[in-house]
């Protein structure tokens, strides 16, 4: 019996302003059983080959983004079958972090060349593209890549709302070259601009990857720029925090209700899982380093703290050997 249950759950919305929804998303809550799979929501005992979480946001219009968006996500599903997840759990053993990674990143690639081959027979589909964004949960570990902006959350009441993946866009590079702060790039005018997705017709898909240690009571939630670049994450916590009892669908609706609430000029879909353990798991030392790379540690502090102490003893050696004279000064 695994020590692991989870609670997962996806939904999509249209939107308020666009005609056809150009999302697409994937919920498998045990890759070991993929014939088998519990109502959405339900809490289940995690499987020995974990679950994954898949969210696509299309791009292109007049149909060919939801296209796109399928693609890549028919070709998640196709790849994670349950005889290619089973070779890499081969003898009973689980995976390296290094055999995931090169997995999960030729998935993205193998996504990308198909949206590619099926555009060139479909000349109504000429430049389409997507983004896309998974999340392989196996035990107390959580596995993502990503190309373009959809984005993968982490939520805990006891640290807050943290991402994990970083924007592949133009608003991101101006963040990171320290050129605008992470509040005006929420509303910039060139938001909408990404520097890496699938079916880009420039460049091959170029995918991020990270790992993330899971605790007791983590949701994970992966959802697209629709709640993202609309909801600002003061108010996606405001909705995490609102309710004491989690539930997967609950919490998919509310979120998607903040996005709809906010404007909901985009298409947007979430997908969340919830994990409860016995313990609580490694604490992050780097929860956001994907978001605000650390720099190296300044050592200002230490030279001075050794100058102080310097002009200390400077001081007392003073008075020890011009003790009289500066007493006659003061006199």
């Known amino acids: 019996m695994s020590d692991v249950i989870i609670s997962c759950a996806a939904l ?17 809550p045990d890759l070991e059983n993929q014939d088998e799979q519990p109502e959405s ?10 679950m994954l979480l898949a969210v696509a946001d299309g791009m292109g219009g007049a149909n060919a983004g939801e296209v796109a968006s399928a693609i890549a996500i028919d070709t998640v599903r196709s790849s994670f079958a349950k005889e290619n997840v089973e070779a890499l759990f081969a003898g009973g053993k689980v995976p390296s972090e290094s055999e995931i990674k090169s997995f999960m990143v030729q998935v993205v690639k193998d996504a990308d060349i198909n949206i590619h081959d099926f555009a060139k027979t479909n000349e109504s589909t000429g430049g389409m593209g997507t983004t896309l964004v998974m999340a392989w949960i196996i035990g107390r570990q959580i596995f993502i890549t990503w190309c373009g902006d959809s984005r993968c959350y982490v939520y805990n009441k006891s640290m807050g709302l943290i991402r994990l993946s970083k924007d592949h866009s133009y608003v991101q590079e101006l963040v990171d070259r320290g050129e605008i702060s992470e509040e005006d790039a929420f509303d910039h005018p060139y938001g909408n601009i990404i520097t890496r997705c699938l079916g880009d017709q420039e460049n091959r898909a170029n995918p991020d990857f990270r790992t993330y240690h899971l605790q007791d009571k983590d949701t994970i939630i992966l959802c697209s720029d629709g709640l993202s670049s609309v909801a600002t994450e003061s108010e996606m916590v405001d909705v995490l925090s609102r309710d004491e009892t989690f539930n997967a669908d609950v919490c998919c609706s509310n979120l998607i209700d903040a996005a709809l609430n906010a404007g909901g000029y985009d298409n947007v879909t979430v997908a969340v899982a919830q994990m409860s353990m016995d313990e609580v798991s490694v604490t992050q030392p780097d929860l956001q380093t994907t978001i605000k790379p650390k720099g190296k540690k300044s050592g200002g502090r230490l030279f001075v703290l050794l100058a102080s102490l310097v002009v200390v003893v400077a001081l007392a050696l003073c008075l020890f050997l011009f003790k009289p004279d500066i007493i006659n000064l003061v006199k």
């Open 41 to 50: 929501g339900c809490s289940i005992p995690q499987g020995r080959m974990g």
């Open 12 to 28: 999509t919305n249209v939107g308020k302003v666009r005609n056809n929804n150009e999302d697409n998303y994937l919920v498998i």
